[in-house]
């Protein structure tokens, strides 16, 4: 997982080069890598806020000290995608900016789901891990008192 500043950057630069590409009248499969990096950069940010709302410390009402900064990111990323938006329909053919749209949220999902098989993959070998470690120490101390017992 990349961190918010760096996904934000990521959709900044990719908005700008969609734009840019748009506008030069360029093909939408000629901007693909970027319509993809711009929606998993997008993913990793939906994904890690969900992660942060979900998390530990948020149950206990701890208060996150980069809300304001991630307020402002949060703009910046809707002004990116507004400002693609009025490109695409200033610039696109008809129709465009809706395919470009269902494209980034087709994308955005599939990231978004692999990153959450992933997290629950580590969950799960972390589970496996710590009870592979109780077990084994559970055994060991029962086999310790049985050789204190009987000596």
């Keep these: 997982m990349i961190d918010p500043m760096t996904a934000f950057s990521i959709i900044s630069s990719a908005s700008g080069a969609i734009s840019s590409a748009i506008q030069a009248g360029k093909d939408m499969s000629s901007i693909a890598p970027k319509i993809k990096q711009m929606a998993e950069a997008e993913a990793e940010l939906q994904y890690g806020a969900s992660k942060k709302k979900n998390g530990f ?5 701890a208060v996150d000290n980069n809300a304001i900064d991630e307020f402002f990111r949060k703009e910046e990323q809707k002004q990116a995608m507004d400002q693609l938006r ?3 329909m200033l610039y696109g053919r008809a129709g465009q900016w809706e395919r470009l749209s269902a494209e980034i949220a087709r994308h955005r999902a ?3 789901n692999m990153l959450e098989h992933r997290a ?5 070998m972390i589970t496996l891990l710590v009870g592979g470690a109780a077990i084994l120490t559970i055994a060991v101390v029962v086999i310790g008192l049985g050789f204190v017992l009987r000596g």
């Design 57 to 61: 410390f948020s149950k206990f009402g």
């Design 86 to 88: 009025e490109t695409v």
């Design 110 to 112: 599939i990231h978004k």
């Design 120 to 124: 629950k993959q580590k969950e799960q």
